[in-house]
């Protein structure tokens, strides 16, 4: 195999044109065997082996800088730039990160998970070559569907200022996650028609050379339009036509299902993993759907990952204008609700944890000085979720908690979640955004007949006394627990509390604790700087109240195991009633 | 006079054509006279007399929609709707905000303070429209200075998958704030001399239809245009070419200097205002023009505010490509620091605290996670700052200070500050940002030597005992006036202490005061909510240690007095020092 012999970049260029067409397919299979038992991303990469080998013929990494957005094309970069070994051999699978980074390798510059960065990241490192006087490309390469980023558009706009050297490779595979939205892909489709010869020219229009390819899965064709800009003095777009999920008919056929895979069998495409028991998107999907049927005014919204709230292309399909993808658009997506709900519509925004990071300003701006009644559904924001650095979701409590206005709810089970989304769908008065918890679906069937009208209103579940347990949302069953061992240990019933709000104390309940309690704890599934139970620890200040407040360290993560984290950060039921019993 | 008789659209459409340039002469006139009393923002709005004179000829605005991009550009439109007191008369100036506002008409339909927002947020209006069956135009008013922000960019993207009525006027007047930074600048300079028949075409590029207005200060050519493009059934764009400040010789003449005006002299065009002593855009501005000729890697970078870092047009000729100016591109702004930084370079972005809120995931994702040592200076975050409710100093604590890997500091002098930022520069191991107090610079001439690299260590200023005073930035001197006062009350001398450092705690020192210490304070020049206090009441949570924190409630506070939101948060030293009292 000649990809056993390709140890960095040096290796690829000593490679004949024949040989590199080998390469790229050795690469496939790889690629395929790795992803068949690993999971991963999948189409992306498929699309950009040849892509890559071509990068790595022609420019000299690291001194030419390539920058890859997002990081689901970097497989087949990391194949070719000493990491080998983590997609040829089972055992070193997960020597390597699903993103871009350097703390792997000298030719990766950042570490990127978050889309539509790529650009304005590559105008750093030029401008830093720039300042010092330092040669060398800087290449940022851009999926297709990133391009709808702000943060991207803002980057192709501003590259043209450079006036210096920035080649931006633009991976056109005519695909987002799912499909794309919005007007620049008609341009784009107008450009791969004319084979980039369309006046009307996206690109141009913000200013920048640019070159088209036609043919991106070939190998001599991409080398030569490399060598044609390599070096060029001012920034240019290279505009590559590839084919996502190239080389494996199902993946080529579906690209949507096959844009990320969990592990599948080769021979049929089919998930080898048994199905999963329901879920919050399935469950929002479904109950979405019904009241879009009763309520032509209720929207469902995501921003390029439609499947967040359940809605798979059927789904999307039965509700017809009553969803809207935006793409890769948060920000957008945060407008588009805050004006839906302006003149009478009743929008619901699915969105990851991670990514509602992206609109801190149009949740404060657009929407809460507005004090629109939208709705936010942040999902996997939850030490259970995503565990990847870039895709952490233990940070939206301190972002979203802090702003005024927003109503923010934790739901600890299924039948609260949809009591919520019904009460904040039908009311007219604030901004809301609910938090699912982490973890399996809990579903108690207990009929909840809370109005959340009454703000900050937390519930006792259990009266007790001496000790209040406090638990938020996904934590609220580890507070049942605590209390639990905490009677079996001491005889201590504690009082156990649903506060139900992030946003808000129940000032009366805690001042009513103080006649009959030492002690509070807060649990909270995130970081506790900036959280939940600072507010809590805040109120008690000036009493004798003791407050012991739980939740993670302010840290960057990285594929980590929950289990272990918690333990780290004493989240376990034991170590809680041990400091609590310590205290008592 | 004509505008006297204007009590709403109805109106404006009696008039004939030669009354409406009448009319429009009035209003230039009426906005000189109370810009040069009252001050606000100029050019903008001179420019757009005669459009929003045709907007609302040709539209039945509440019925359709008019969304304003930033509002920079409402006062006519205000004049014309109902509010034309607050422009003729002295006494009524302030009745009406500097902003669009629904609270103050029907024919505003958000609260908006920040850019580039007004096509997503139209875009929302319109889908609202149309989930519901119901009618109107919806029309979104952007300069062109906007367009380069990654939410107007994204809005354009998505405006087109609407496939219903929504009409984009851009208001082209070739300027941002300063001058325009971006490759799409060029491309409105080609629409412009073409007379907007170039085929390349960036909003056709984003699959809008488009219509050029050449003459945009002619009321007859800007009226047959909106009924050219009213009940439009599919989103079009009307590119308007305008003269920023038009009809005051000044104003046309200094365009940047005329975005937005204090009090002036009209004969001349001077400011009526004694000009203030020394200010932090000054000194920063100075002390790295001074560090860019020893050092060419160090840069300065605004995002369309250049001189919050005080690079007025002589300093940025100066700087030459050591000073950035990338437009209203907030986001591009964090990736391009991080880039340089991380390829040696050393940038210094400088940026309102309200502004910074633009980029929350930037500044975790891009910068934080790479921990690049670039440094964010944050500008005006204080309760001393801007107070229009759009643009509040008061959550750049919780916003930034929770981000993982960040150094946020909080200078309480000119000289802590410039030790702070050349410290920042320096190091190669964090990504710093610092937060500039409020109220007046306070300069004590004294010699820093603090090692900002030993993380989290404040500094007892004044060693007392019972009561420990921590006074953060902007209130460092309030805690020295309350420990001043709790002395001369009580005969206890306090311990005073400078944290300097926002995002974390001195661990050793706050265990060290439970020694002889009963009660610690907190001061901070923001919310409480997630801010610097509560992490310190957290860390004393399982002590005996009471601890009162004093900062803001969070809300959204508007046009406020400085001394009674103040007063109502219990935030003067009288107050402190009698709740301090009554717990001693």
New interface residues.
């Given amino acids: 195999m000649y990809l056993e012999q390709i140890n960095g970049p040096e290796d690829v260029k000593k490679l004949s044109g024949e040989q590199l067409t080998k390469l790229a397919a050795e690469m496939r299979q790889v690629l395929l065997k790795r992803a068949s038992i690993h999971g991963g991303h999948f189409g992306p990469n498929f699309g950009m082996v040849e892509v890559t080998i071509a990068l790595h013929y022609v420019f000299e990494s690291p001194k030419d800088?390539i920058v890859y957005d997002v990081s689901h094309q970097t497989y087949p970069h990391k194949m070719l730039t000493g990491r080998k070994d983590a997609y040829l051999y089972e055992e070193h699978y997960d020597d390597v990160t699903g993103y871009s980074s350097?703390q792997e390798s000298e030719h990766d510059?950042?570490?990127?998970?978050?889309t539509s960065?790529s650009v304005?990241?590559?105008?750093?490192?030029?401008?830093?070559?720039?300042?010092?006087?330092?040669g060398g490309n800087v290449i940022a390469v851009i999926g297709d569907g990133s391009l709808?980023?702000?943060?991207a558009?803002?980057?192709?706009?501003?590259?043209?200022?450079l006036e210096s050297n920035l080649i931006i490779v633009v991976n056109d595979n005519d695909m987002s996650i799912a499909e794309n939205?919005?007007?620049?892909?008609?341009?784009l489709k107008l450009l791969r028609e004319t084979k980039g010869e369309a006046?009307?020219?996206?690109f141009?229009?913000?200013?920048?050379d640019y070159v088209y390819v036609d043919e991106g899965n070939n190998i001599d064709v991409l080398i030569k339009a490399f060598q044609s800009v390599k070096d060029s003095t001012k920034p240019v777009v290279v505009h590559i036509k590839t084919q996502k999920g190239k080389g494996y008919a199902p993946a080529e056929k579906d690209k949507e299902s096959w844009h990320y895979n969990a592990p599948f069998n080769i021979e049929t495409g089919e998930p080898l993993g048994v199905p999963q028991g329901e879920d919050y998107s399935d469950i929002t999907a479904k109950f979405l759907l019904e009241k879009m049927k009763k309520d032509?005014?209720v929207?469902a919204i995501t921003s390029a990952t439609p499947t967040v709230l359940g809605f798979t292309k059927d789904k999307r399909e039965e509700a017809g204008?009553?969803f809207?993808d935006?793409?890769i658009?948060e920000?957008?997506a945060v407008?588009?609700?805050?004006?839906?709900?302006?003149?009478?519509?009743k929008?619901v925004w699915g969105v990851y944890s991670t990514f509602v990071?992206?609109?801190?300003?149009?949740i404060?701006?657009?929407l809460?000085?507005?004090n629109n009644a939208a709705t936010i559904v942040t999902f996997c924001g939850t030490v259970y979720g995503m565990n990847d650095?870039?895709h952490l979701g233990l940070?939206d409590i301190?972002?979203m908690?802090?702003?005024?206005?927003l109503v923010y709810l934790a739901p600890a089970t299924k039948e609260e979640y949809l009591a919520m989304l019904d009460w904040s769908l039908e009311q007219t008065d604030h901004p809301v955004a609910i938090r699912l918890p982490g973890g399996p679906v809990i579903s108690d069937g207990r009929k909840v007949t809370k109005d959340f009208s009454d703000l900050n209103q937390y519930e006792i579940t259990q009266k007790g006394s001496r000790v209040a347990v406090v638990g938020l949302g996904t934590f609220y069953s580890l507070g049942q627990s605590v209390a639990k061992e905490l009677e079996e240990k001491t005889g201590t019933k504690a009082t156990v509390i649903n506060p139900y709000y992030i946003t808000g104390i129940d000032q009366e309940m805690l001042e009513d604790l103080k006649k009959d309690h030492d002690i509070v704890i807060t649990l909270e599934d995130g970081?506790?700087?900036?959280?939940f139970?600072?507010?809590i620890?805040?109120f008690?200040?000036?009493?004798e109240m003791?407050?012991?407040?739980y939740g993670l360290k302010?840290?960057?993560l990285d594929r980590y195991d929950a289990a272990e984290v918690l333990k780290d950060n004493r989240l376990t039921k034991e170590q809680i009633t041990e400091d609590v019993m310590k205290?008592m």
């Fill in positions: 800088k350097p510059h950042f570490t990127v998970g978050h960065t304005s990241l590559a105008c750093g490192l030029a401008k830093g070559r720039d300042l010092n006087g330092g709808s980023g702000g943060e558009l803002e980057g192709l706009d501003f590259a043209a200022e939205h919005g007007g620049l892909y008609s341009n006046e009307c020219n996206l141009r229009a913000m200013g920048l032509p005014s929207v204008k009553q809207v935006v793409g658009a920000e957008t407008a588009l609700a805050s004006g839906i709900a302006a003149n009478g519509g929008p990071q992206r609109t801190y300003d149009q404060a701006q657009d809460c000085i507005n650095v870039t940070y301190p972002m908690a802090n702003i005024p206005n970081i506790l700087d900036g959280g139970g600072e507010k620890t805040r008690y200040g000036d009493s003791k407050v012991l407040n302010k840290e960057f205290l």
